[in-house]
């Protein structure tokens, strides 16, 4: 393939454009729009672990939700966490009964130098509505 070729031999220029025309489209609105589950802003202190069972003697890394779903969440940490990677988030129980999940790191991005967003992916959807009922349940917020 020529340098004046992109993807199936057709014009560079074409293929560039419509690379240009995708990242256009993925505004922060319709990222929003194509999640499967709806997020729901709330802090959480989360243990970050290695998922990985050869790595699982390495030590966890203290974080705090911005966000939670079914199917995901947003957190801070303090050093990055590599965007692949597989990891166990085990939540503090203080607002809900969460278990440890599995979840791949789905982006990692510098907010300021001591601070870094994370995007996680969970393997198995939680039950959110089931996890903030439980803890009144059980009396505890009574």
Not at 10 to 27: I, K, M, P, V, Y
């Amino acid at each position: 393939m020529s340098p004046q070729q992109g993807q199936n031999g057709s014009n560079f220029d074409t293929w560039a454009h419509s690379l240009l025309r995708e990242l256009e489209s993925q505004t922060p609105e319709e990222i929003r729009r194509q999640r499967s589950s709806e997020r729901a802003a709330l802090k959480l202190a989360v243990a970050v672990a290695p998922g990985n069972a050869s790595q699982s003697r390495e030590g966890s890394i203290d974080g705090v939700t911005g966000d939670i779903s079914a199917g995901g969440c947003g957190l801070m940490t303090d050093i990055p966490l590599r965007v692949g990677d597989l990891y166990r988030l085990t939540f503090e129980k203080t607002e809900l009964d969460l278990p440890t999940v599995f979840a791949r790191c789905v982006r990692c991005r510098l907010v300021r130098e001591d601070a870094f967003e994370s995007g996680f992916s969970f393997f198995t959807k939680l039950e959110l509505a089931a996890a903030e009922a439980a803890p009144s349940q059980s009396g505890l917020l009574a």
